[in-house]
């Protein structure tokens, strides 16, 4: 909270916005429910790191979640593909807190679960694409996410219902892959 409140929170109409919030970043930290559900995953899988690939410019943001069998079985990376654009002004989100130019409003589009090990046996042909069905889609909801510090180094932001990320900001080259589209 001290660190958010630090600086004036990013806002998306700057000129500058793209350039600060966009790129490749890793999550080190969230309490939010659907990282914490992460640690457990059937099977001996567990997750190995999360990257959160942000394009501005384009409206996309993607979350990867590298997951890795305990002993090395199976490997398996799943993206999570939304449309990304800045909330009504003032709009209050879930938690009661209100716009300060810094939200996004977060549509998750597809799922798509790449299984690319099993037995140290590479299946780049295995790969399943799903429409997200999870609660927000459920009841009709669209989920947001506040950009509440940005650095070269770092961000911190806060989901629609008061959940928290911090993020530390990665070479685009450590994700050696495109960001996947936004078509379905």
Avoid: C
């Avoid at 590479?122 to 650095?151: C, H, M, Q, W």
């Amino acid at each position: 909270a001290k660190l958010e409140a630090s600086e004036p929170p990013l806002q998306l109409s700057a000129t500058d916005a793209d350039a600060r919030a966009s790129g490749t970043w890793l999550l080190r930290y969230s309490n939010a429910d659907e990282i914490t559900n992460l640690d457990r995953l059937p099977l001996g899988l567990g997750i190995e790191r999360v990257y959160q690939r942000v394009s501005l410019a384009r409206g996309v943001v993607e979350n990867r979640a590298l997951v890795r069998h305990r002993w090395r079985l199976a490997r398996q990376l799943t993206r999570v593909v939304a449309r990304a654009a800045p909330a009504a002004p003032q709009g209050l989100n879930r938690a009661g807190v209100r716009n300060a130019g810094n939200r996004l409003e977060v549509t998750f589009l597809k799922v798509v679960v790449q299984l690319r090990r099993v037995l140290g046996i590479p299946t780049p042909f295995l790969r399943i694409v799903a429409r997200p069905n999870g609660p927000n889609e459920k009841e009709g909801r669209t989920p947001t996410l506040d950009l509440t510090y940005v650095s070269g180094a770092m961000r911190v932001s806060r989901g629609g219902d008061g959940s928290l990320y911090v993020l530390e900001r990665r070479p685009d080259e450590e994700v050696n892959e495109p960001l996947e589209g936004l078509e379905t």
